[in-house]
T-cell receptor, first 110, second 113 residues
Framework: GQQLNQSPQSMFIQEGEDVSMNCTSSSIFNTWLWYKQDPGEGPVLLIALYKAGELTSNGRLTAQFGITRKDSFLNISASIPSDVGIYFCAGRPEDDKIIFGKGTRLHILP | DTAVSQTPKYLVTQMGNDKSIKCEQNLGHDTMYWYKQDSKKFLKIMFSYNNKELIINETVPNRFSPKSPDKAHLNLHINSLELGDSAVYFC????????????FGPGTRLLVL
């Protein structure tokens, strides 16, 4: 089956630091999505990417659809306490259903 | 207005019982999903319905039976609950042919004792 690898699994950073996480796939994807899940809530869409090379920003968040169509990254600049949560990448391979990565757990140290 | 809603939010029950979780979306989407999120927070798709028809049925015990009375509702019925069924269950919806972005409900936290 399709494989989607998300890294890192966890991050511990200081407030104000920039954050970078990525997902790689074993095959070509047509869509990349990035979600955030706050404790006790459902995942909420942050950024959607539909074309190879596409770079999209949402406030302090920036995500890119890799040129090879097998990877995507999400950057968060100048992290703040409310950025804490689990970030999921999701991708749709050609002619297949969307699959989710295992999440990156972002912790901000006091 | 809530886009995807689920009830109940919490469900605590005894092993062996039968229970249902309801989901409704008011986004006009034609596809709805059920996901299971385990204690490690891994999200795994269970079912997908498009216009009331089952299109994805992952390896899920047949004790789990989805029912879609119309395209705005997808309910999940679970028979003979087991301890391992304890998890958070998320409903989601999307529009096939559109952005295909999935919008998630708030989740139902199921605890089987």
């Amino acid at each position: 089956g399709q494989q989607l690898n998300q890294s890192p699994q966890s991050m511990f950073i200081q407030e104000g630091e920039d954050v970078s996480m990525n997902c790689t796939s074993s095959s070509i994807f047509n869509t990349w999505l990035w979600y955030k899940q706050d404790p006790g809530e459902g995942p909420v869409l942050l950024i959607a990417l539909y074309k190879a090379g596409e770079l999209t920003s949402n406030g302090r968040l920036t995500a890119q659809f890799g040129i090879t169509r097998k990877d995507s990254f999400l950057n968060i600049s100048a992290s703040i306490p409310s950025d804490v949560g689990i970030y999921f990448c999701a991708g749709r391979p050609e002619d297949d259903k969307i699959i989710f990565g295992k999440g990156t757990r972002l912790h901000i140290l006091p | 207005d809530t886009a995807v809603s689920q009830t109940p939010k919490y469900l605590v029950t005894q092993m062996g019982n039968d229970k249902s979780i309801k989901c409704e979306q008011n986004l006009g989407h034609d596809t709805m999903y059920w996901y299971k999120q385990d204690s490690k927070k891994f999200l795994k798709i269970m079912f997908s319905y498009n216009n009331k028809e089952l299109i994805i049925n992952e390896t899920v015990p047949n004790r789990f039976s989805p029912k879609s009375p119309d395209k705005a509702h997808l309910n999940l019925h679970i028979n003979s609950l087991e301890l391992g069924d304890s998890a958070v269950y998320f409903c989601a919806s999307s529009q096939v042919g559109g952005s295909e972005t999935q919008y998630f409900g708030p989740g139902t936290r199921l605890l089987v004792l």
